[in-house]
C-alpha cells in the first residue's frame, strides 16, 4: 500500500499559497510561498490523524495525472497501515492488544500518529496481521 496523496497548490495573493488535498473533504490550510511542502506535509498527518482517531475509512489516494503528490513519513505510513490492516480484520485495540500480548494504551500509542513509536513495534504488530512493512528509496 502506496499513500502518496495529490495536492492543490493554488496561489493566491501577495505571496499566499493555498493547499488542498482533494481527496479529503476538509483538507486545506493556506502559507507563505516557499513553505507548500511543509504546510503540505503536516497537513496531511493531521488529516490522516482525524481519520484514525475518529475511526473513518481512510480514501485511497485517486490519480490524477500531473498533479503533484505528498506522502507521509514513514513511521505514519506505517501507522496508517496498520489502522488499515486492523479495520481490514475488523479487531479493536483491545482485541489486537490480546493478539499482541500487551494492553490497549500500548496500541492506542501505536495507532498515534504524533506518537514516536519504534518502527520495530509497528512491524511486529503488522506481522501479527499477516502484513510485511517494505522501505523504498527514491530520487527526490
Not at 513511521?75 to 494492553?103: D, F, I, P, Q
Not at 509497528?122 to 523504498?136: D, H, I
Amino acid at each position: 500500500m502506496q499513500i502518496a496523496y495529490p495536492v492543490e497548490l493554488t496561489k493566491t495573493r501577495r505571496g499566499i499559497v493555498d493547499v488542498v488535498f482533494p481527496d479529503f473533504a476538509d483538507a486545506r490550510t493556506a502559507c507563505a510561498e516557499g513553505d507548500e511542502q511543509e504546510a503540505a506535509s503536516t497537513l496531511l498527518v493531521d488529516v490522516l490523524d482525524h481519520c484514525i482517531r475518529d475511526r473513518r475509512r481512510i480514501p485511497r489516494p485517486s490519480r490524477k495525472p500531473g498533479c503533484q503528490r505528498v506522502e507521509p513519513p514513514l513511521l505514519v505510513a506505517a501507522k496508517v497501515a496498520l489502522y488499515e490492516a486492523m479495520r481490514e480484520s475488523e479487531l479493536s485495540n483491545v482485541a489486537m492488544a490480546r493478539e499482541l500480548g500487551t494492553v490497549e494504551g500500548t496500541v492506542r500509542r501505536l495507532l498515534d500518529l504524533r506518537h514516536r513509536s519504534h518502527v520495530d513495534q509497528v512491524e511486529a504488530a503488522l506481522a501479527t496481521l499477516g502484513k510485511r512493512l517494505v522501505a523504498t528509496v527514491r530520487r527526490t
